[in-house]
T-cell receptor, first 116, second 115 residues
Framework: AQKVTQAQTEISVVEKEDVTLDCVYE???????LFWYKQPPSGELVFLIRRNSFDEQNEISGRYSWNFQKSTSSFNFTITASQVVDSAVYFCALSEAKTGGFKTIFGAGTRLFVKA | ETGVTQTPRHLVMGMTNKKSLKCEQH?????MYWYKQSAKKPLELMFVYNFKEQTENNSVPSRFSPECPNSSHLFLHLHTLQPEDSALYLCASSPLGPISYNEQFFGPGTRLTVL
């Protein structure tokens, strides 16, 4: 069965600090996709990144970076030099190829507070 | 209007009322989803529609009744709800159907309170 665990319920940092959000997943499928979404106070989830199970290259996009490690089944998300606008709930999600997008499973989310 | 819109944004209803939530996507996508987001619970997938056909009903109680008249519109009809149904209801869409690698585009949600 597929499962996504985000052990950090809430994280509070001061602006300009770096912060890492953890995501651990479980799947029996060999082909799967991992996602990160951001949910600001306005409510809608915003897609940030997708990674497939065959691509373990880390990715950097501006202040955001992602570390995908199949050996530990983790897909962690780091925000460098955090800003107040980064305050949101962040969700990690998993979609298995065999079940398709019907069964995208979301983690419980990590609420990030960035204080000025 | 762009993206995914949802109306109303807030809804308060009694347990005997009947109401409907509306979702509209302006992205030309083929798949649409309803999710329930409760406090302290992960996002729960409720229904999936692909090209207007329901492809997933994730064991949702019959007091929630979805309707998808076309690929751009999705409704969630509510009747005889319970207080535990109070939650944020999110609509999403994705291109090319609910394929595993498709990211989903979400609306702002309807905050539902059942008294």
């Amino acid at each position: 069965a597929q499962k996504v665990t985000q052990a950090q319920t809430e994280i509070s940092v001061v602006e300009k600090e770096d912060v890492t959000l953890d995501c651990v997943y479980e799947t029996r499928d060999t082909t799967y996709y991992l996602f990160w979404y951001k949910q600001p106070p306005s409510g809608e989830l915003v897609f940030l990144i997708r990674r497939n199970s065959f691509d373990e290259q880390n990715e950097i996009s501006g202040r955001y970076s992602w570390n995908f490690q199949k050996s530990t089944s983790s897909f962690n998300f780091t925000i460098t030099a955090s800003q107040v606008v980064d305050s949101a709930v962040y969700f990690c999600a998993l979609s298995e190829a065999k079940t398709g997008g019907f069964k995208t499973i979301f983690g419980a989310g990590t609420r990030l507070f960035v204080k000025a | 209007e762009t993206g995914v819109t949802q109306t109303p944004r807030h809804l308060v209803m009694g347990m005997t009322n009947k109401k409907s939530l509306k979702c509209e996507q302006h992205l030309g996508h083929n798949a649409m989803y309803w999710y329930k987001q409760s406090a302290k619970k992960p996002l729960e997938l409720m229904f999936v529609y692909n090209f207007k056909e329901q492809t997933e009903n994730n064991s949702v109680p019959s007091r929630f009744s979805p309707e998808c008249p076309n690929s751009s519109h999705l409704f969630l009809h509510l009747h005889t709800l319970q207080p535990e149904d109070s939650a944020l209801y999110l609509c999403a869409s994705s291109p090319l159907g609910p394929i595993s690698y498709n990211e989903q585009f979400f609306g702002p949600g309807t905050r539902l309170t059942v008294l």
